[in-house]
């Protein structure tokens, strides 16, 4: 009964923060259940059949966690049993989050009502989140330069816990390296390697042997430190068995690549026919600011998240295949995005110097991305300090039937995709 008052409070608060365009309610519902009853998320799921799916990593959660949902609700959609989902979708990662989203869809009784609970966590919670929800599988997809300080908290995973299923990113060395002490069932996925071979980027992260120390062998590089590779000298190697081929990929980049095999691979572990994966997938919607987009008076709008050097490097390369001409970059200090910018100097800015037409810069640290590009050696670009003139500026130098393509740090995009819908997303 006491839950009942927490569910109740928590739907008002979220109530409240969407009549007032305040945001989706998507942290606090969970963060006052939590301190009145610490243990609420515990005796929601003891009162539930529900299955829990985690997905970690440093770039990709959001994407991934959506791909999930959309394929496992898909599938059985014709069915009257078929399967219920829901998610985090705000891409509230904490525990808060985690439990904002059970209030959600939680039942008066205090249980949950549906099949699946797909949610993306922050990897320093995740040893946290785990503690109170026993998971059917957790799916970790990268570690980048912004998360390899946390690999200690990711690598108490593979130790403490033996009843799920680790889907790991064979890949990323560090992350394959978590199935080496796993007592789990540990799959693996990746990408088909044909056309992918890379120069080494300036954002490669993590070139070392996480069992020995030593420098590894790569036979090829997808990007960052992503790619084919061995150490020759304790003879950690890419794993063999590995999962690398959807039967479609809805959008666009190497690094969907990786979230939409991850994605694929835990419906087939679910038994997912690849008949319902593929038609589910080619309906599938980008989440908010990971290639969504807008339609703004007569142009279109698309906003690719860069939030360290390996997503920035594939945001470019992504626009650049897509024959981008007008480009709005966006770069903020605050929390969410980190307060050192120093990264932008690990961008290869270089290999795009001639690439855009009409590049547009703002940002809390407008200047230090301008100072950058001057670098790169960029000759058609303006810096503007304030986010609304700047966006202004953008679109109209943007024509009629032509993409605008916006690339945010985190809080930039939620800036700036407020400034174009008039809506907040937390």
Known sequence: ???????????????????????????????????????????????????????????????????????????????????????????????NGVVSACIQHASWDGGLNVDYGVFEVDENSLPIVLTYVKSKAIVILNLFRDQLDRYGEVDVIAEKFSKTTLILNADDPQVAFLGEKSKSNVLYFGINPANKTEKNQHASDSNYCPNCGERLIYNSIYFSHLGDWICKNCGFEHPKKTFTQSPFYPLSGTY???NTNAAVLLAKLNNVSNRAIEQSLRVFKPAFGRQEILKINDKKVQIFLSKNPASFNESLKTIANLNANNLLLVLNDRIPDGRDVSWIWDVDFEDFSSQFKNITVTGDRAFDLGLRLKYAEFKNFQTKKNLAEATNVALEKTLKNETLYILPTYSAMLEVRKILTGKSIL
């Open 256 to 258: 969907n690549e990786y």
């Open 1 to 95: 009964m006491f839950n009942f008052f927490l569910i109740l409070l928590g739907r008002s608060i979220v109530l409240v923060s969407k009549f007032f365009n305040l945001g989706n309610g998507s942290t606090w519902p969970g963060h006052i259940a939590l301190s009145i009853n610490k243990n609420f998320i515990r005796d929601v799921l003891r009162n539930s059949k529900v299955k829990i799916i985690l997905i970690a990593g440093t770039n990709g959660k959001t994407t991934t966690a959506k791909l999930i949902r959309t394929i496992l609700e898909y599938d059985k959609k014709s069915l009257p049993a078929h399967w219920r989902v829901f998610q985090n979708a705000a891409g509230a990662n904490l525990l």
